[in-house]
């Protein structure tokens, strides 16, 4: 059963840095897109970085700049860089993957979420 576990974060002072990491296991033969959503209280969850299988980067503007999101095929992970964070960085973040596991067509998976606070 395909898995996405997050880890990395965790409380940080407004101009610090995390790193997050989200790593898929269970069956896999391929992933494709991989991403980065977050939900902050009372908003919709929103996409704001995106890598393809072919190592292209998009980002919101809201992170250009200050997020970069990479991702080690090998390990079948995917890791976000944040720098320069900002109070309204400040929510759940989610990893998403589009994964072939074995026997299935390919599917969107979520990890279960990490929380995020940066403090002014």
């Known amino acids: 059963q395909v898995q996405l576990v997050e880890s990395g974060g965790g409380l940080v002072q407004a101009g610090g840095s995390l790193r997050l990491s989200c790593a898929a296991s269970g069956g896999i033969v391929s992933i494709d897109a991989m991403g980065w959503y977050r939900q902050a209280p009372g908003k919709q969850r929103e996409l704001f970085a995106g890598?393809?299988?072919?190592?292209?980067?998009n980002y919101a503007d809201s992170v250009k700049g200050r997020f970069t999101i990479s991702r080690d095929i090998a390990k079948n992970t995917v890791i976000l860089q944040m720098n320069s964070l900002k109070p309204e960085d400040t929510a759940v973040y989610y990893c998403?993957?589009?994964?072939?596991?074995?026997?299935?067509?390919?599917?969107?998976?979520w990890g279960q979420g990490t929380q995020v606070t940066v403090s002014s």
């Open positions: 998403n993957a589009a994964i072939r596991a074995w026997g299935r067509a390919t599917w969107d998976y």
């Open positions: 890598i393809s299988s072919r190592d292209i980067t």
